[in-house]
C-alpha cells in the first residue's frame, strides 16, 4: 500500500479567495462585449493580485510568511485591494454585466474575506501593542 504524503489545511480565507477569484474568472466571459474588456479584465486583475498579495501573507499551506510591520504592511495593501474590488463589482452591477442575485452571491464571499482580512488586522495591531 502506498502512503500518501497529507499536505496541510489551506487557510480559509485562501480557499474563499481562490474561489472568489476562480468564479470571477469564469463569469467575465460573460460580460457584454463593451464592458468585458475594461470592466471585465479590471475585475480579473484585480481578483489575482488580491490573491497573490494573500500568498505572501499567508501561503496556501498556512504558512506565515510575514510577521510584524511587513505583516501589518500586506494586510493594508489587501484592504485597500478588496475594497477597489468592491467598487470594480459594484459598477459591473450597475452597468448590467452581473445581475442582482450573482453581485449579491460576489458580495457576500467579498464580505466574508473581508472580515477576516479585518480580524487579522485586529490581531496584528492587539501584537504591536
Not at 497529507?6 to 464592458?35: G, N, V
Not at 452591477?93 to 445581475?99: D, I, L, P
Amino acid at each position: 500500500m502506498l502512503k500518501t504524503k497529507r499536505l496541510p489545511k489551506e487557510p480559509e480565507i485562501f480557499l474563499q479567495s481562490f474561489e472568489l477569484a476562480k468564479l470571477i474568472i469564469k463569469s467575465t466571459s460573460w460580460f457584454p462585449k463593451p464592458t468585458r474588456y475594461v470592466l471585465g479584465h479590471k475585475l480579473e486583475e484585480k481578483s489575482l493580485q488580491f490573491l497573490l498579495l494573500l500568498n505572501r501573507l499567508v501561503g496556501p499551506s498556512g504558512i506565515r510568511f510575514q510577521e510584524g510591520e511587513g505583516r501589518r504592511n500586506l494586510l493594508i495593501q489587501l484592504s485597500y485591494h478588496l475594497d477597489e474590488f468592491r467598487v470594480l463589482l459594484r459598477m459591473a452591477r450597475e452597468t448590467g454585466a452581473y445581475s442582482a442575485g450573482q453581485y449579491d452571491d460576489l458580495n457576500t464571499r467579498t464580505q466574508s474575506v473581508g472580515r477576516q482580512i479585518g480580524g487579522m488586522m485586529r490581531e496584528a495591531k492587539g501584537k504591536s501593542v
